[in-house]
């Protein structure tokens, strides 16, 4: 053929297809012929919107299920995919619904995947409907009320083709099923490979209609938060099981009988044994060494105790143990060195370390990675294996009682790819040296507080994101904080330290700083413009050092501020109007111990967060805003306490199976304030508290009343001011007060009645005010020292010595520490006491009845005069009666 006629015989042939294309794609076909992009049935439709009309929709999720003619493809809609060649729908994935699921599902034949959450609460009355699904593979209903249909398991023995079933919080401990036979075979039974029934209220009763939900085909079983005493012994022989989760149990758990019930085939398949937070009782026993398959086992948090079996240490596979915050005792065995653990830790427990002869055989833990050894009595000797292995990412020795230095050849040869370390809460004394080189490349975490390191801070590494040198003897400034430039620090604790100098203004390297602490130090002078940098500040705790001037204004920016405590420094000029209004987060606020003046800005009144206000020792004057009340934390009983906890989780790159992963790191706020006249320091039960501590400035007028209406307040001190006027009568509505301190100022008028209603105050003092009248009777306020109300003059009554007018001087106690004879002349006054008022009290009643015996026209007049205060009494009280009588109809 002539090439120029094959050309354009081509040419034709590539236009025919492209036109045959477009033709087919025009009729919905692809080039095979086949249908594409094909509405939804009918039928589908209209089942669908069938169950719309049953399920309560709050957050409009199935907003754009519409029977109108433009939103008719059903295949479009939220939650809804087809198959783009039938028009069937094949999955259903809804959230955030209520009401009830009806039987109209069962006309979605070609439904594979269905995943329903009710947070609200939905109700299946009915699940013979789910029999029909005959494609059905993956089933997920959370929230779902399924309990009536106790036949539910039948129904789902029916679905061949379901390998995964989901049934969450679905309230499943009031079924009721026929108990199991022992002699059925399960074998071909549930084509269930995944199995979740987690969250239901389950006990050890479920297991009779779980039986045939589960085969050989069963490879992933999840238990968790139910209140389980045991697992039955058919669950060893589930020959396909690999992963089995038993989280969060609420009934104890004996885990050598546990572990017994698995032993059959089970236990050669079984991969992942996870029981956290399960009340697991008893050794980690003998009975362990039976499960060759292992490799995952994390029991932590539970009440397991004795020693760990050596036959542990030697299960070939075992590559993850977590079994941390238990009782575990003894020491580590040398079998240790037979592992081929990656990840070990066991943290808080009673383990006693380990021995000479079993840190030989540690060196052989060559494919460690993951150490978390804190709380288990290492020391005192810095244990030198550690240096050894050479593939650790992670490293937690902390408050083991090391009290040593750190070799060097510890930091000179450390691995680069090291990205967490933890030598905390030891006595480890020695200069740091230089880290730049170590943690390369990496997000890192290094935490050395509470020790004994000295010398200036050594340069670390740009990319560390977590930084705590708390609680040491450094010393020197802080000029290696503008070498950090990468960004990445979100934690940096130096507190407690003899740092001086001031901060450098390099803080705009921080955007993701959250937590910042240099409280207890020396640094002086001004803060930094740059601080208006960290938008994402979440702490900042300064107290205790010598920064002067006012508060810049840029700290406004830092409006995700919740913690600031700038106390005990010498900051100056006016308390910020723009802390109210810009700060809104805030809960903890303290000023105290500075050089601030002028009036308590209304703006603070703003802070509906904050449960503790400390502006004391400064020089504010003007009267307290009557606004308080609006602080709403302080103003509600029983509240949720504020989360003072900040868990920080570091990346960490899993080599091994090549996956992200995370290092979790604590942080509790703190704060060092007044209480009951002592400083003390409150860090764990800090968001209960709610405080407001205004004493020693010159704040005049009167206490507010509104200030009363803050029921969930627990400490309140205006001592050491100039206040005056009355203490409102409705303070007693105060119920929740443990503390309060009203000493030295200008109080003036009764101490109020209802006072006698604050059962829970245990420190209270109103010394030093010009209070008068009687101390009202209650158990607590007689419970205080006299001292506590001395230096009022006019005050009389217990707890102190001074009587009240009218009282009886004789029921009067002796003062404490009287002598025998002081005590005998009262006895002899007390004696003539008697007799005089006996003897008047004879001649009285004589002269009296004796003028009546003698004088007749007197007795008859004395007479007369009782029968008429008799008849005028008796009438008073039928007008009463009669009253009352009428009042009750």
């Given at each position: 053929?002539?090439?120029?006629?094959?050309?354009?015989?081509s040419?034709?042939?590539?236009?025919?297809?492209?036109?045959?294309?477009?033709?087919?794609?025009?009729?919905?076909?692809?080039?095979?012929?086949?249908?594409?992009?094909?509405?939804?049935?009918?039928?589908?439709?209209?089942?669908?919107?069938?169950?719309?009309?049953?399920?309560?929709?709050?957050?409009?999720?199935?907003?754009?299920w519409?029977?109108e003619?433009?939103?008719?493809?059903?295949c479009?809609?939220?939650?809804?995919?087809?198959?783009?060649?039938?028009?069937?729908?094949t999955?259903?994935?809804?959230?955030?619904?209520?009401?009830?699921?009806?039987?109209?599902?069962?006309?979605l034949?070609?439904?594979?995947?269905?995943?329903?959450?009710?947070?609200?609460?939905c109700?299946?009355?009915?699940?013979?409907?789910l029999?029909?699904?005959s494609?059905?593979?993956?089933?997920?209903?959370?929230?779902?009320?399924?309990?009536?249909?106790?036949?539910?398991?039948?129904v789902?023995?029916?679905l061949?083709?379901l390998?995964?079933?989901?049934?969450?919080?679905?309230?499943?401990?009031?079924?009721?099923?026929?108990?199991?036979?022992?002699?059925?075979?399960?074998?071909?039974?549930?084509?269930?490979?995944?199995?979740?029934?987690?969250?239901?209220?389950?006990?050890?009763?479920?297991?009779?209609?779980?039986?045939?939900?589960?085969?050989?085909?069963?490879?992933?079983?999840?238990?968790?938060?139910?209140?389980?005493?045991?697992?039955?012994?058919y669950?060893?022989?589930?020959c396909?099981?690999?992963?089995?989760?038993?989280?969060?149990n609420?009934?104890?758990?004996?885990?050598?009988?546990?572990?017994?019930?698995?032993?059959?085939?089970?236990?050669?398949?079984?991969?992942?044994?996870?029981?956290i937070?399960?009340?697991?009782?008893?050794?980690?026993?003998?009975?362990?060494?039976?499960y060759?398959?292992?490799k995952?086992?994390?029991?932590?948090?539970?009440?397991?105790?004795?020693a760990?079996s050596?036959?542990?240490?030697?299960?070939?596979?075992?590559?993850?143990?977590?079994?941390?915050?238990?009782?575990?005792?003894?020491?580590?065995?040398?079998?240790?060195?037979?592992?081929?653990?990656?990840?070990?830790?066991?943290?808080?427990?009673?383990?006693?370390?380990?021995?000479?002869?079993?840190?030989?055989?540690?060196?052989?833990?060559?494919?460690?990675?993951?150490?978390?050894?804190s709380?288990?009595?290492?020391?005192?000797?810095?244990?030198r294996?550690?240096?050894?292995?050479?593939?650790l990412?992670?490293?937690?020795?902390?408050?083991?009682?090391?009290?040593?230095?750190?070799?060097?050849?510890?930091?000179?040869?450390?691995?680069?790819?090291?990205?967490?370390?933890?030598?905390?809460?030891?006595?480890?004394?020695?200069?740091?040296?230089d880290?730049?080189?170590?943690?390369?490349?990496?997000?890192?975490?290094?935490?050395?507080?509470?020790?004994?390191?000295?010398?200036?801070?050594?340069?670390?590494?740009?990319?560390?994101?977590?930084?705590?040198?708390?609680?040491?003897?450094?010393?020197?400034?802080?000029?290696?904080?503008?070498?950090?430039?990468?960004?990445?620090?979100?934690?940096?604790?130096?507190?407690?330290?003899?740092?001086?100098?001031?901060?450098?203004?390099?803080?705009?390297?921080?955007?993701?700083?959250?937590?910042?602490?240099?409280?207890?130090?020396?640094?002086?002078?001004?803060?930094?413009?740059?601080?208006?940098?960290?938008?994402?500040?979440?702490?900042l705790?300064l107290?205790?050092?010598?920064?002067?001037?006012?508060?810049?204004l840029?700290?406004?920016?830092?409006?995700?501020?919740k913690?600031?405590?700038?106390?005990?420094n010498?900051?100056?000029?006016?308390?910020?109007?723009?802390?109210g209004?810009?700060?809104?987060?805030?809960?903890?606020?303290?000023?105290?111990?500075?050089?601030?003046?002028?009036?308590?800005?209304?703006?603070?009144?703003?802070?509906?967060?904050?449960?503790?206000?400390?502006?004391?020792?400064?020089?504010?004057?003007?009267?307290?805003?009557?606004?308080?009340?609006?602080?709403?934390?302080?103003?509600?009983?029983?509240?949720?306490?504020t989360?003072?906890?900040?868990?920080?989780?570091?990346?960490?790159?899993?080599?091994?199976?090549?996956?992200?992963d995370?290092?979790?790191?604590?942080?509790?706020?703190?704060?060092?304030?007044?209480?009951?006249?002592?400083?003390?320091?409150?860090?764990?039960?800090?968001?209960?508290?709610r405080?407001?501590?205004?004493?020693?400035?010159?704040?005049t007028?009167?206490?507010?009343?509104?200030?009363?209406?803050?029921?969930?307040?627990?400490?309140?001190?205006?001592?050491?001011?100039?206040?005056?006027?009355?203490?409102?009568?409705?303070?007693?509505?105060?119920?929740?007060?443990?503390?309060?301190?009203?000493?030295?100022?200008n109080?003036?008028?009764?101490?109020?009645?209802?006072?006698?209603?604050?059962?829970?105050?245990?420190?209270?003092?109103?010394?030093?005010?010009?209070?008068s009248?009687?101390?009202?009777?209650?158990?607590?306020l007689?419970?205080?020292e006299?001292?506590?109300?001395?230096?009022?003059?006019?005050?009389?009554?217990?707890?102190?010595?001074?009587?009240?007018?009218?009282?009886?001087?004789?029921?009067?106690?002796?003062?404490?520490?009287?002598?025998?004879?002081?005590?005998?002349?009262?006895?002899?006054?007390?004696?003539?006491?008697?007799?005089?008022?006996?003897?008047?009290?004879?001649?009285?009643?004589?002269?009296?009845?004796?003028?009546?015996?003698?004088?007749r026209?007197?007795?008859?007049?004395?007479?007369?005069?009782?029968?008429?205060?008799?008849?005028?009494?008796?009438?008073?009280?039928?007008?009463?009666?009669?009253?009352?009588?009428?009042?009750?109809?």
């Open positions: 053929m002539h090439p120029q006629v094959f050309f354009i015989f040419l034709l042939l590539l236009d025919l297809q492209t036109i045959t294309t477009n033709q087919l794609v025009a009729m919905g076909r692809d080039t095979n012929g086949v249908v594409i992009n094909k509405k939804c049935i009918d039928k589908d439709r209209r089942a669908l919107l069938d169950l719309k009309t049953r399920l309560q929709d709050p957050k409009g999720v199935l907003s754009t519409k029977t003619e433009e939103a008719d493809d059903c479009k809609w939220n939650g809804v995919t087809c198959n783009g060649t039938t028009g069937h729908v999955q259903l994935e809804l959230s955030g619904l209520g009401g009830e699921i009806g039987p109209s599902l069962s006309d034949a070609y439904l594979e995947q269905f995943a329903l959450e009710c947070p609200e609460r109700v299946i009355e009915n699940i013979d409907w029999a029909n699904l494609h059905l593979q993956t089933l997920s209903m959370e929230g779902i009320f399924i309990a009536k249909a106790n036949h539910w398991v039948d789902f023995q029916t061949q083709k390998s995964s079933l989901t049934l969450y919080k679905c309230d499943l401990s009031q079924v009721m099923y026929p108990a199991y036979s022992s002699s059925f075979d399960n074998s071909f039974s549930s084509s269930i490979q995944t199995l979740e029934l987690s969250n239901n209220n389950l006990n050890s009763s479920m297991y009779h209609w779980l039986f045939p939900l589960t085969s050989n085909n069963l490879s992933t079983l999840d238990l968790s938060e139910n209140m389980l005493d045991g697992i039955p012994k669950f060893g022989n589930l396909g099981l690999t992963s089995l989760r038993i989280n969060n609420s009934a104890p758990i004996k885990f050598p009988d546990f572990l017994r019930n698995l032993s059959g085939c089970t236990s050669d398949t079984l991969q992942l044994l996870q029981a937070r399960s009340q697991l009782t008893g050794p980690i026993s003998d009975e362990i060494q039976v060759s398959s292992l995952f086992l994390n029991l932590f948090n539970n009440h397991l105790n004795g760990i050596d036959k542990l240490w030697e299960l070939p596979m075992l590559e993850t143990f977590v079994a941390f915050s238990n009782f575990l005792s003894g020491a580590i065995s040398e079998n240790i060195g037979k592992s081929k653990l990656w990840k070990l830790h066991l943290s808080n427990n009673s383990l006693n370390g380990v021995s000479d002869r079993s840190a030989d055989h540690m060196l052989n833990m060559s494919y460690v990675e993951y150490i978390d050894l709380s288990c009595k290492l020391g005192p000797r810095f244990p294996w550690i240096q050894k292995l050479k593939n990412t992670r490293l937690d020795i902390a408050n083991n009682g090391i009290s040593d230095s750190v070799p060097l050849d510890f930091w000179n040869k450390w691995p680069s790819q090291l990205a967490y370390l933890n030598l905390s809460s030891n006595n480890i004394t020695m200069e740091v040296p880290l730049l080189s170590n943690f390369n490349g990496l997000s890192s975490a290094i935490d050395l507080s509470s020790n004994n390191l000295y010398g200036p801070i050594p340069n670390v590494s740009s990319t560390v994101m977590l930084l705590n040198l708390s609680r040491n003897k450094f010393s020197g400034g802080i000029s290696f904080l503008c070498e950090i430039v990468g960004g990445y620090l979100y934690f940096l604790d130096l507190s407690n330290n003899f740092l001086t100098g001031q901060v450098p203004d390099c803080l705009w390297n921080f955007k993701s700083l959250d937590v910042l602490n240099l409280g207890h130090n020396n640094f002086f002078g001004r803060l930094p413009a740059s601080i208006e940098s960290l938008f994402n500040l979440e702490v705790y107290y205790k050092n010598k920064f002067t001037g006012e508060l810049p840029s700290l406004k920016n830092c409006t995700n501020l913690f600031l405590n700038l106390g005990v010498n900051f100056s000029g006016n308390v910020p109007a723009w802390i209004e810009n700060l809104s987060k805030l809960y903890v606020l303290s000023l105290s111990a500075n050089n601030f003046f002028g009036t308590i800005p209304l703006q603070l009144c703003q802070l509906v967060n904050l449960q503790l206000l400390d502006l004391s020792k400064n020089n504010l004057f003007g009267t307290i805003p009557s606004c308080m009340n609006n602080l709403t934390t302080m103003v509600q009983e029983g509240l949720i306490p989360r003072t906890e900040y868990v920080f989780s570091i990346p960490w790159y899993n080599p091994r199976y090549a996956h992200q995370f290092i979790f790191h604590s942080y509790f706020d703190h704060a060092t304030i007044e209480w009951q006249g002592n400083v003390r320091e409150f860090s764990s039960i800090l968001g209960l508290l405080i407001i501590d205004l004493s020693s400035n010159n704040l007028g009167q206490f507010p009343y509104e200030l009363t209406n803050l029921h969930g307040l627990i400490a309140l001190n205006l001592s050491k001011n100039a206040l005056g006027g009355e203490i409102p009568w409705k303070i007693g509505d105060m119920k929740k007060l443990l503390t309060l301190d009203i000493s030295r100022n109080f003036s008028g009764g101490i109020p009645s209802s006072m006698a209603q604050m059962t829970s105050i245990n420190y209270l003092d109103v010394s030093y005010n010009n209070l009248g009687r101390i009202p009777s209650s158990t607590q007689q419970s205080f006299p001292s506590r109300y001395s230096g009022n003059a006019g005050l009389c009554g217990p707890p102190i010595t001074k009587n009240c007018i009218g009282d009886d001087e004789s029921e009067v106690p002796p003062t404490l520490g009287e002598s025998e004879g002081g005590r005998e002349d009262v006895d002899e006054l007390q004696r003539w006491f008697y007799i005089g008022g006996g003897s008047g009290f004879v001649t009285g009643f004589w002269i009296v009845c004796g003028t009546l015996v003698l004088n026209h007197l007795r008859h007049a004395f007479f007369h005069f009782l029968d008429r205060v008799k008849n005028v009494v008796y009438v008073k009280v039928m007008v009463f009666i009669a009253k009352l009588q009428r009042a009750a109809l």
